[in-house]
Antibody, heavy 121, light 111 residues
């Protein structure tokens, strides 16, 4: 069974960098699929942030591209998100998820449980 | 403002059927058969219910079905059950530069 688990600080100060990791179990990141981050502001809808393939292909939401870096660590079977210069507007629940892409279908089929990140001094 | 438009809320009584619409453009919903639907219960992660417009993942009840006409996709839930009460989000692949777009979500209330 594929499982994803987010980890990282729950509290980040304004102007600092938010760093999250997503550990994948039950499936090797190197075997295929893409891996992405989605966030959800409190009481709001879902917002796609970025997606990466183990080969290095990356896709970013243009709204955040200048501040976002997504990376993958196949040795740890995990992928990460960095969001710089955060403000209160970045306070949200951050989800990691598996994306099928052209090979396995354009859908997020497995999701992590989500982690709440609050930006506050 | 979300890229895809969904009604904020819908409701229905147990046993009834409801339909949630998801309207986009020719660059997303209308241009590709890559519409997905996700169910989200409070405090939980989204769960994939429908992909590629009308396909159900293994384990999802056949009470859930999807369709598309032009730039509008729809999710229909038949035989409503109390456990169906949740938020539902549509999503589509898009050629507009963002790869994926989501709808604003629809809160389903089972009366």
């Amino acid at each position: 069974q594929v499982q994803l688990q987010e980890s990282g600080p729950g509290l980040v100060k304004p102007s600092e960098t938010l760093s999250l990791a997503c550990a994948v179990s039950g499936y090797s990141i190197s075997s295929g699929y893409y891996w992405g981050w989605i966030r959800q502001h409190p009481g709001k809808g879902l917002e796609w942030i970025a997606t990466i393939h183990h080969s290095g292909d990356t896709y970013y939401n243009p709204s955040h591209k200048s501040r976002v870096t997504i990376s993958v660590d196949t040795s740890k079977n995990q992928f990460s998100l960095k969001l710089s210069s955060v403000t209160a507007a970045d306070t949200a629940v951050y989800y990691c998820a598996r994306w099928g892409g052209t090979t396995y279908g354009r859908k997020f089929d497995y999701w992590g449980q989500g982690t709440l990140v609050t930006v506050s001094s | 403002q979300s890229a895809l438009t969904q009604p904020a809320s819908v409701s229905g009584s147990p046993g009834q059927s409801i339909t949630i619409s998801c309207t986009g453009t020719s660059r997303d919903v209308g241009g590709y058969n890559y519409v997905s639907w996700y169910q989200q219960h409070p405090g939980k992660a989204p769960k994939l219910m429908i992909f590629d417009v009308s396909n159900r993942p293994s384990g999802v009840s056949n009470r859930f079905s999807g369709s598309k006409s032009g730039n509008t996709a729809s999710l229909t839930i038949s035989g409503l059950q109390a456990e169906d009460e949740a938020d539902y989000y549509c999503s589509s692949y898009t050629s507009s530069g963002t790869l994926v777009v989501f709808g604003g979500g629809t809160k389903l209330t089972v009366l």
